[in-house]
């Protein structure tokens, strides 16, 4: 059955060519269509557009079926066009004229963009977990290793020297801004759709603050306008909240692989964690940085392909927003699993010692020799030259002490500091569990049995 068919069929072409991979990524939506549904039928039975005990006979019957939607086995059966369409046809199934009665003062417009803004909160929740965790144990081997000195480069040259504190502190500093940019967005996300029925509201009285409160949204999209201008939308910012996370991953990981190449060798990694090559004996090939570098890079690109999909639309709902899930979903776990793999090859890292104290690194030291000139009462071009003429012709006889005080240098590279920077973070982006939201509403009825 589909929520749309009249008594005209319509060509099985475009039946299939309209459907796309809809039943495929709608799997993933199922738990939290059931959630939305939940939520709605409270709602009809509070404000009496059905008996309460209808609405408690659907409440009850779509929380028996949120574990069977919820298992990576379930799928939609043969000839459903998708999540929406299984779910109304399981209800009425199971309770008759009652399971119709689902659908009242609801479009598969407000359904389908519930059930995203429900996933995308539920999915940006345990991205931000994963990143959390990877941030501490960046942090911990920030300190660990803080004292490793490390050579630190621009432009691909050495540079002047740094260390392992502050490279692993920086990376964990810079997943911290990747959170901090995404409160914005899961603000916009957090926002109840439903209600806004095909994008015009509908004439029955409804009550979406209701919904609103039901469903843990902080916040309601006042204008079911707006509801639909934000489809495709919503998709785009949580891929440039992923994208920015993304971005942060792909240069650690371009890092670690050039750090663990021979001529460096500032890394290493057991030979469990890499691969080895069919006629090369001696290859340790980082397969698992460079992976998690082109996943990076992918999902780097997809805020461009959602907001593409949607740049030239007018207001309304149209069938081309259909393939945001196909773009976006695979993404939410391209960024999962590489959080996972990463924090993986961060806590098995094996640093280098005494890296420095190979002579192709005195040139690291020519900033150091300046600045001691300074202190002895050069000015500083002058010293800049004096050590640039000593570079060239040869004489520079650097030593390696080095006196770095100021907090964020490699005397004092601020770990503690870093480290306090994501509580607050974290805080502001606080998002209840589906699961939580499940089992408020399963148990609505028995809360307030009494009213």
């Known amino acids: 059955m ?119 909160k539920e999915e940006y929740r345990r991205i931000i977990e994963r990143v959390s965790s990877l941030f501490d144990l960046l942090v911990g081997q920030a300190e660990k290793f803080s004292i490793h000195l490390l050579p630190g480069y621009t432009h691909t040259q050495v540079a002047m020297p740094s260390s392992f504190g502050l490279w692993l502190g920086a990376y964990a500093e810079s997943l911290v801004n990747d959170l901090l940019f995404s409160t914005g967005i899961t603000r916009i996300i957090d926002q109840n759709p439903l209600g806004s029925a095909a994008g015009f509201g509908s004439s029955f009285p409804i009550d979406r603050d209701l919904t609103t409160k039901l469903l843990g949204f902080g916040d309601l999209q006042v204008s079911p306008v707006v509801a639909q201008l934000n489809r495709g939308k919503v998709e785009t910012l949580m891929a440039q909240g992923l994208a920015a996370i993304a971005t942060t991953l792909s240069r650690l990981s371009a890092d670690m692989i050039l750090f663990m190449s021979q001529e460096m060798k500032f890394i290493s990694f057991s030979e469990q964690l890499t691969t080895g090559s069919s006629i090369m004996p001696h290859k340790k090939n980082p397969d698992v940085l460079e992976l998690i570098r082109a996943h990076s890079n992918t999902v780097i690109h997809l805020p461009a392909s959602l907001a593409g999909l949607s740049a030239n639309l007018i207001s309304g709902y149209h069938r081309d927003l259909q393939l945001t899930k196909e773009l976006l979903m695979p993404g939410i776990d391209k960024v999962g699993q590489c959080l996972e793999m990463m924090e993986m090859m961060v806590g098995e890292m094996n640093p280098a010692t005494d890296i420095l104290n190979n002579e192709k690194y005195d040139l690291l030291y020519s900033v150091e020799e300046v600045n001691r000139k300074v202190m002895k009462g050069l000015t500083f071009r002058d010293a800049y030259r004096e050590v640039a003429d000593e570079i060239a012709g040869g004489s520079f006889r650097p030593g390696r002490g080095f006196d770095y005080t100021h907090v964020g240098s490699i005397g004092n590279p601020g770990i503690e500091r870093i480290s306090e920077k994501i509580g607050p973070v974290l805080k502001e982006l606080e998002i209840k569990p589906a699961e939580k939201t499940f089992e408020y509403l399963k148990n609505y009825y028995i809360m307030y049995a009494d009213r």
């Open 2 to 120: 589909k929520l749309w068919e009249k008594a005209q069929k319509t060509e099985e072409k475009v039946l299939k060519f309209s459907v796309g991979r809809d039943p495929e990524f709608d799997r993933l939506l199922a738990p939290y269509d059931v959630i939305g549904s939940m939520a709605h039928a409270i709602m009809l039975g509070e404000t009496g557009l059905i008996d309460r005990s209808e609405s408690e006979s659907l409440v009850e019957t779509l929380a028996k079926y949120y574990p069977v939607v919820s298992d990576e086995a379930f799928h939609l059966r043969e000839g459903e066009e998708d999540i929406h369409s299984h779910l109304e046809s399981y209800l009425v199934e199971q309770l008759g004229d009652t399971g119709k009665k689902i659908h009242t003062a609801r479009s598969r417009n407000d359904q389908v963009l519930t059930a995203m803004q429900l996933m995308m």
